[in-house]
């Protein structure tokens, strides 16, 4: 086992491409029919959210019926991806959402990092990939909201796998703090958006902005 301080943690991290120091929760619009509108506007719609999301000061967290969270307990998602992972799920999800079958919006290009170590903090944990009644088994019920949902065979035609997402979630709530925040957007119209309508004392205080778009060849 790798006991670590926080420099060489910070240096393991740093020497790999594919894993990262902070997770991220994106999101969506709020309670809207997205069928008839066009991907720009979901996408405005969730900078509106956003926008939302920090003025509260907190991220409230999904439950049975908002989301796929087992339990009684509502949690708050995040991606354990880099920028360059993220913008590929958001790419895929746009994909599916353009398809006639799919319709369900799940998240966009839009939302929130933070450090680990701040959600941690505040009890975020990685998920528990485990078909949900062997994992029920294995936990205690207070803990159920960190089971997502795992069932791959090749010879199956229901296969359920997120584990891309390398999800972790936090319980209830998730506390903001402007400074500790990095925000994401998707590109620069929503930038253009986020900064004529965000408020001024946030963008001051936020800890930087990043633009999925950009990590596109």
Request: aromatic share 12%; proline share 3%; charged share 30%.
């Amino acid at each position: 086992m790798s006991i670590y301080d926080f420099k060489s943690w910070k240096n393991r991290v740093m020497n790999r491409n594919d894993i990262t120091s902070m997770v991220t929760h994106l999101t969506k619009p709020d309670k809207v029919n997205l069928e008839y509108i066009s991907e720009d506007e979901v996408n405005i719609m969730a900078v509106d959210n956003l926008i939302k999301i920090l003025g509260d000061r907190k991220i409230l967290g999904s439950d049975t019926q908002k989301g796929f969270i087992v339990g009684n307990m509502a949690a708050v998602c995040f991606q354990d991806a880099p920028f360059s992972g993220i913008i590929q799920n958001v790419e895929y999800e746009r994909q599916r959402r353009q398809e006639d079958k799919y319709k369900k919006t799940r998240y966009c290009g839009i939302g929130l990092s933070f450090s680990k170590f701040h959600v941690f903090s505040q009890g975020g944990r990685p998920v528990i990939y485990e078909e949900t009644k062997k994992a029920k088994e294995m936990l205690p019920k207070d803990e159920h909201w960190r089971i997502v949902n795992f069932h791959i065979h090749p010879d199956d035609t229901n296969i359920i796998d997120w584990t891309h997402e390398r999800e972790w979630r936090a319980p209830i709530e998730f506390k903001i703090d402007w400074g500790l925040s990095h925000v994401v957007l998707y590109d620069k119209v929503c930038w253009d958006y986020f900064y004529a309508n965000c408020p001024k004392e946030i963008l001051k205080e936020i800890h930087g902005i990043t633009m999925l778009k950009s990590f596109l060849m």
